[in-house]
């Protein structure tokens, strides 16, 4: 009797890479569209620090408005993300507050109010501790955030910074030049690698439709 039954086919798991995250579309779309937006932030960061630092004798008015754009830019990040989709809504007033803040302290360097380096130091420390709670919170809260593992380091690192800015005492504006110019540095590179570890992400990450 001959076997009318074809060959067997082995059927293709729906998510042939048990080591990369399956990603939902809104999650998949976050992840494509993140890794620019930090990109951009890293690389502002870092010309920021690297600026400060060649330059770290420069008046107290020059460094305070150097500062107050990347709150600024920072602030509107921050805003920004408070209403998107992979937010949950507990954490978007955290979201809006941080973002509302950081975008205040950027204001308030550029106009001139920051009149010793402890009042400097004092306004970007506490928007980076800001920004850094913030990650972290949503980092902790968020499950199946893409490159959660990344944002939990980069909230770590940052509101490390802003509690370094804010307790240490500075002796002199060149000294806290130095010190914000290399943890801007420093943020900035933890950002573009958060930045591509989200693009990879998203690239080898099946959509589950």
Do not use: Y
């Not at 400060?52 to 004798?57: A, E």
């Not at 305070?64 to 507990?90: C, D, K, M, R, Y």
């Not at 806290?176 to 693009?199: D, K, Y």
């Amino acid at each position: 009797m001959t076997s009318t039954s074809g060959p067997r086919t082995t059927p293709q798991p729906d998510h042939p890479r048990p080591d990369v995250p399956l990603l939902g579309p809104g999650l998949g779309a976050l992840a494509d569209a993140a890794w620019q937006v930090l990109v951009a932030a890293g690389v502002v960061s870092v010309l920021l620090g690297i600026v400060v630092l060649v330059w770290p004798h420069a008046t107290l008015a020059v460094i305070g408005i150097l500062f107050g754009i990347f709150l600024v830019i920072n602030g509107i990040f921050q805003l920004a993300g408070a209403f998107g989709s992979h937010v949950p809504g507990s954490m978007r007033a955290l979201h809006f507050v941080s973002g509302a803040l950081s975008l205040l302290l950027g204001l308030i360097c550029f106009r001139g109010a920051a009149e010793s380096i402890l009042l400097l130091a004092l306004w970007i420390g506490f928007g980076w501790l800001l920004q850094g709670v913030m990650l972290t919170a949503v980092a902790l809260s968020t499950e199946g955030l893409p490159a959660r593992g990344w944002q939990l380091f980069l909230g770590v690192v940052t509101a490390l910074a802003g509690i370094v800015l804010i307790v240490s005492p500075f002796s002199s504006l060149t000294v806290l030049a130095v010190v914000a110019g290399i943890m801007l540095v420093v943020l900035g590179l933890t950002e573009i690698v958060h930045a591509f570890q989200l693009r990879n992400l998203a690239k080898s990450s099946p959509v589950h439709r």
